[in-house]
């Protein structure tokens, strides 16, 4: 079983920085696509960032390109997400999750991830 485990998140002013990390148990983490969600109440879980098992690919939605970066440690089974120029519209909790294949490449739809952390909470405030 894989456990992912979130940190990071906090209370941030707008125009503000956050670097969330997200550990995962387990000896696989290497093979495996990561990405991170967010989601509002009431709301689906979006795609914000993913990276491909060796790094060779990341993949952004549009409204956080340029501002945040997704990086990976397979040493140390992380996978980060930096967050700059925070916007009170992107309070939200963030979730990593790991995609479904081996060796796939980044996906976008949240059906597509079966392994999730718990959130970390991001409050931007204006």
């Known amino acids: 079983q894989v456990q992912l485990v979130e940190s990071g998140g906090g209370l941030v002013q707008a125009g503000g920085s956050l670097t969330l990390s997200c550990a995962a148990s387990?000896?696989?983490?290497?093979?495996?696509?990561m990405a991170w969600f967010r989601q509002t109440p009431g709301k689906e879980r979006d795609f914000v960032a993913g990276?491909?098992?060796?790094?060779?690919?990341?993949y952004y939605a549009d409204s956080v390109k340029g501002r945040f970066t997704i990086s990976r440690d397979n040493g140390k089974n992380t996978v980060y997400l930096q967050m700059e120029s925070l916007k009170p519209a992107e309070t939200a909790v963030y979730y990593c999750?790991?995609?479904?294949?081996?060796?796939?490449?980044?996906?976008?739809?949240?059906?597509?991830?079966?392994?999730w952390g718990q959130g970390t909470q991001v409050t931007v405030s204006s």
């Open positions: 999750a790991r995609d479904r294949r081996v060796r796939g490449g980044v996906r976008l739809g949240a059906a597509e991830y079966d392994y």
């Open positions: 387990g000896r696989t983490f290497g093979s495996y696509t």
């Open positions: 990276i491909s098992y060796g790094s060779a690919t990341k």
